[in-house]
């Protein structure tokens, strides 16, 4: 599928409002909100692609159902533990619930996720350990992407999912997007600065500033353990960090920290 920066930014401004819609439902529309969002996700080629190449074992979910209601609050589902096994658990245990109508509210299951006899409870600590897990993978599955096409709008780009892996090629050259370092750059010390900075980071600050601030830091952590020297993804993070710099007034502390990672950047991708 051939996609650019402005259509990926569309995408991820999508899914984020279906998916905060999903999560913050009342429990009387859990269903039709649910149905909603898996319809976005079948709809969506690039978010679709992902989700069935993860799922590769198919589970018979009725038996699931049956077994897990039974227990009446001793069990709860087996959602894995790596991130392909949550893709394809959570994803098959949804599609099992919009394709047969399962009436989640009133489900025996849900005793298993919360003690509580409120319905509303029962269906936010489903939601919370259960399909806020998918919506994190795809999350972050989505800014990869963004974050490794970091380029200019009109610039087409080929998305191919293969087993959950993701290969970004330009549109017109078909040729792989790969990052050159052109010098050397102390991990460690990158690591230990932007370690820094997240210890630096208040309650106070404005909690859409501190999601940003925290998602940045921590794409830089990652950068450093994985030794990813890219120039693309260091300035994404470096014009990130500059933008919320004038919206850190009366943090001082915190703000020389955020300058003192953007001088080391700009010592190697300035």
């Given amino acids: 599928m051939e996609l650019n920066k402005k259509e990926l ?15 913050n439902t009342p429990f009387q529309d859990f269903n039709s909100n649910l149905k909603r969002f898996m319809n976005y996700l079948k709809d969506t080629e690039l978010i ?4 069935l190449s993860n799922v590769t074992e198919e589970i018979d979910m009725a038996k699931e159902f049956k077994e897990i209601s039974d227990n009446y609050g001793r069990a709860i589902f087996d959602l894995g533990i790596t991130e392909k096994e949550e893709v394809s658990n959570i994803y098959q245990i949804l599609k099992y619930i919009c ?6 509210v009133y489900a025996h299951f849900l005793s298993g996720y919360c003690s509580s006899n409120k319905y509303q409870d029962r269906i936010d600590a489903f939601n919370t350990r259960v399909i806020d897990l998918l919506i994190t993978h795809i999350e ?3 800014r990869k992407i963004g ?3 970091g380029m200019e709008e009109e610039i087409k780009y080929m998305i191919e999912v293969n087993n959950g ?14 990052a050159e370092q052109k010098t050397t750059i102390n991990y460690n010390e990158l690591f230990d600065l932007a370690t820094n900075v997240e210890k630096q980071i208040e309650d106070k600050i404005e909690e859409t500033i501190k999601i940003e601030l925290k ?8 950068l450093a353990t994985s030794k990813n020297s890219s120039p693309s993804i260091f300035k994404l993070c470096k014009t990130t960090l500059t933008n919320i710099l004038p919206k850190l007034a009366g943090f001082v502390n915190l703000a020389a920290s955020i300058t003192t990672i953007l ?6 991708y300035g």
Avoid at 165 to 178: D, E, Y
């Fill in 99 to 104: 394709d047969n109508n399962y009436e989640v």
């Fill in 215 to 222: 998602e940045t830091l921590e794409c830089i952590k990652d």
């Fill in 140 to 142: 972050s599955y989505l």
């Fill in 48 to 51: 679709n692609c992902y989700i």
């Fill in 147 to 149: 974050i490794e096409m």
């Fill in 263 to 268: 001088d080391y950047i700009n010592t190697y």
């Fill in 9 to 23: 930014k569309i995408i991820i401004y999508d899914f984020r409002v279906k998916a905060k819609a999903l999560l």
């Fill in 165 to 178: 892996n993701v290969q970004i090629n330009n549109a017109s050259g078909n040729a792989t997007l790969n």
